[in-house]
């Protein structure tokens, strides 16, 4: 991994575990608008998967960051804003790497791999959980939309570095659609049995999704990858022991 690849995967780390309030009494006032608001919607995001988004209140939010009700109403509107809000988090995490220019010497493969890094802690955070949710969870139509256009710019984005590293050499894949849901699936499901209290942090569950999927995707010769051109061992015929003549 490149050394902005760790660094940015240590931030985004740093950003899963942090879980302080900076409200810590109610005369610290001092704190930057934009870090609150981003406090507000992590402690939402923690709350709905602990909790459920329909069995979470305002309240239980406001109790968890040690401030009033009126406070959370300060950085959104409603309830459902604030789930918006986490939906959107995760997936600006997830959409970071396509929006970066592919650096000069790198081969789709590298910048592949960076996506699935992203991809993978961003569903390992906080934010997994509504991320893969979204449909289930009462999002009004213009939210829901919203929701839909990031991902679909996700899907054609695997689907674009996949063609590019078909094109230069550093991807073998034969259906780059199957592979890009395949991916998807695979990442996703994270959020289903990921949890913080894990063996493995979110970063090392990436580069072991980095691995996986380079073993499946590096280029193979021709030979190896035909079946017919590795044909099957014949076993030789067992001799049978000798039979036993009979005193």
Not at 57 to 80: G, H
Not at 175 to 188: E, H, P, R, S, Y
Request: glycine share 4%; with cysteine; net charge positive.
């Amino acid at each position: 991994m490149s050394k902005a690849d760790k660094t940015s995967a240590a931030r985004m780390e740093s950003d899963d575990t942090s879980s302080a309030s900076p409200w810590p009494a109610r005369n610290a006032r001092h704190q930057d608008r934009h870090v609150k608001r981003e406090a507000v919607i992590r402690a939402a995001a923690r709350a709905f998967n602990a909790r459920g988004y329909y069995n979470t209140s305002i309240d239980d939010i406001a109790a968890a960051l040690n401030v009033t009700k009126p406070t959370i109403y300060y950085y959104v509107a409603n309830k459902e804003q604030l789930l918006l809000q986490c939906i959107l988090a995760g997936l600006e995490r997830v959409l970071e790497p396509f929006r970066k220019p592919r650096q000069p010497g790198r081969c789709a493969r590298e910048q592949f791999n960076d996506m699935i890094r992203h991809y993978a802690q961003a569903i390992a955070s906080e934010y997994g959980g509504c991320m893969v949710r979204a449909q289930d969870l009462g999002l009004g139509p213009e939210s829901m939309a919203h929701v839909k256009q990031l991902k679909s710019e996700i899907d054609q984005g695997i689907r674009r570095l996949l063609q590019d590293g078909v094109r230069d050499g550093s991807i073998a894949t034969d259906d780059v659609k199957m592979t890009a849901f395949a991916l998807a699936g695979a990442l996703n499901w994270i959020a289903h049995w990921y949890r913080e209290n894990q063996s493995m942090s979110a970063a090392e569950i990436a580069e072991a999704f980095v691995r996986f999927f380079n073993l499946g995707l590096a280029p193979r010769n021709a030979a190896a990858r035909s079946p017919a051109a590795t044909p099957r061992r014949r076993r030789a015929p067992r001799s049978r022991p000798a039979a036993r003549s009979r005193p």
